[in-house]
Structures are given as C-alpha cells and as structure tokens.
C-alpha cells in the first residue's frame, strides 16, 4: 500500500481514522461506507486508499489500536513493591481511573472495540487475564487478601468497568473519577456499613 510522506498525509490519515471511528460507532459497520467517511473528512476515495486498502483494513486498524492502547495502559498499572498499605488505595483507585479516562477519552473507540468489533468478547477476555496478572502479583507483594480468587476478581473488575462504561461513561451521565471511587469503594471497603 502507498502512503503519502509528510504532515499532509498523516493530518489525512488521522481525519480518516477519526471520522471513520465516528461513523462505524453510530452507523455500524455495514451500514458505514467509505464514501461517507471521505466526504465527512473532506478528502477524495483514492485518498482513502492510499492509506487503507478497504472498509474492513481502517475498521480492523482501529479495532487493533484500541486494543493495543489499552492492553499499555493496564500493564502499566501494575503496583510495585514498597507501597505502603495505606497508599494502596490511593493507587487503585488512580489505576481504576486511568482506565475509565482512557476508556472515556474516544467514545467512538470505545464503543467500537468493547461492544461493535468481532473482536469485542476477546478484547475483553484478553483485559481479564491482564487484570488478573497484575492482581496475583499484587497479591503475591502482600496488597491483597491471599484467600481471594484473583480470577473472579479480575472478571468481576471487567464486568464493572464494562458495563459502568456502556450504562455510564459513553451516554456522559458520569464522570470517570466518580465511577472510579464507587468501584474502589466497593471492592476495597465493601458494602457493609463501618
């Protein structure tokens, strides 16, 4: 495939990613064409075609970054040793966050990779085992409860990040910090009363 050189063509490239996003997330797949994507990014089809080679090839790219993007961030948020208990919490609830703004900052992407592409189940399952890596060293640093499952926590951790995002964060009716302290809140501190 031909790629054009310079700012010109990655500003080109970007406008078609990001409207190509927009129209698979509102419009679906198959309902979304390459003549809408071009004509809503104010560039030509052979334009379009420099960059990508169908619908499916932009559709999958965006589904890869995605993935990709949130596959970095979520290692990254693994705890270390040598924090103090008492700033686990905090850690948490900054790690728990960090995933509801990145999950928040493209909701065109979002949408796409966790609920719209083929891909949607194994994304997610994907996240799952990541969380659960990261939880069992956490675990094995002493952080958490050694009789817990990190399995089951991981799963339900995905659930409620998934389900808060689709229910909460796309429609905009909350905020990735608020979202954040409940998760937190309930999973550190439980639902009992103090």
């Known amino acids: 495939m031909n790629t054009e050189i310079g700012s010109k063509g990655k500003e080109s490239r970007r406008r078609l990613l990001e409207t190509a996003a927009i129209e698979f997330a509102t419009q679906g797949f198959h309902d979304t064409k390459v003549s809408t994507i071009v004509k809503k990014a104010g560039l030509t089809q052979p334009s379009f075609y420099l960059y990508f080679t169908s619908k499916e090839a932009i559709f999958e790219e965006l589904v890869t970054n995605f993935y990709s993007n949130l596959r970095k961030l979520t290692e990254s948020l693994r705890l270390v ?114």
Do not use: W
């Not at 958490?144 to 995002?165: R, S």
């Open 81 to 194: 040793s040598g924090i103090e208990q008492i700033d686990v919490s905090k850690r948490v609830l900054a790690a728990v966050e960090s995933v509801f703004r990145f999950l928040g900052s493209d909701p065109h992407l979002t949408r796409i990779g966790f609920f719209l592409s083929p891909e949607a189940i194994q994304i997610k399952s994907n996240l799952t085992l990541v969380l659960k890596e990261n939880l069992l060293a956490e675990q094995r640093l002493g952080y958490f409860n050694p009789e817990l499952d990190m399995d089951i926590v991981a799963e339900c951790l995905t659930g409620m990040i998934v389900h808060l995002t689709n229910s909460y964060l796309l429609p905009g009716t909350k905020d990735s910090e608020s979202l954040a302290a409940q998760v937190v809140n309930l999973l550190i501190n439980g639902m009992l009363p103090k």
